[in-house]
């Protein structure tokens, strides 16, 4: 049964992503970072799992960032402000991309660099592939946050794809491993952005973090 507590955090998260989210700009390097004050959550992951996707669920739109088959698609760090309260970043995927060695070289720069230098992120979203769980490329990614000292949180996407078995079996293990790593959250978000499910929570969850 849904505490009050729980009731209003899900409310909170309603409202947030109820307003405006709009498109503020792409930024290809970390000169071009905007200058703001809102408080940041970055959305992070393999490429192709399914970050774009999500942030069109959360905002409940379907154009808001650019969903595509080819992995890599995401090349520069997009910035959307979600009602004057916060910003959401899409980061460029890792593991692989289709494009020269040199641009993916150019990528991995920018997301350090993003991580390391940006004062005002609260939270980055670790997005991992549910039927995949987490690679090596993601193990990377969570070591480099640990050093960075930037929290982070697992979402698990595309959760619609797995049997309900794989997918405690798959929680059981990520929770285990998540334990070791010191900048992150205890609590895996599980999702799919195709069925809907798990984004109230996961509103609920960012709205906390919202100025």
Not at 78 to 84: A, M
Not at 122 to 140: F, I, Y
Not at 173 to 189: C, G, Q, R, S, Y
Request: include cysteine; aromatic fraction near 6%.
């Amino acid at each position: 049964m849904e505490t009050e507590t729980e009731a209003a955090d899900l409310e909170s998260g309603r409202l947030l992503f109820a307003q405006n989210c709009d498109f503020l700009i792409s930024a290809a390097s970390f000169e071009q970072l905007p200058d703001t004050d809102l408080p940041e959550i970055a959305f992070a992951g393999r490429s192709n799992v399914g970050k774009s996707s999500l942030l069109n669920a959360l905002a409940g739109r379907k154009n808001l960032a650019r969903t595509s088959n080819t992995p890599g698609r995401t090349q520069q760090v997009n910035f959307f402000d979600l009602g004057g309260r916060v910003m959401l970043t899409d980061l460029p995927g890792y593991g692989y991309a289709k494009a020269a060695k040199s641009v993916v070289e150019q990528w991995t720069r920018l997301i350090k660099s993003y991580l390391r230098g940006r004062v005002q992120l609260r939270r980055v979203c670790l997005l991992v592939d549910s039927r995949h769980g987490l690679k090596e490329t993601d193990r990377e990614a969570m070591t480099l946050m640990d050093d960075a000292a930037v929290a982070y949180q697992i979402v698990l996407t595309k959760c619609d794809k797995i049997k309900a078995a794989e997918l405690e079996k798959l929680l059981t293990k990520t929770h285990k491993e998540i334990a070791k790593h010191v900048a992150a959250h205890p609590e895996i978000l599980v999702t799919s952005s195709f069925k809907s499910i798990g984004i109230e929570d996961m509103r609920a969850a960012l709205a906390t973090l919202a100025g």
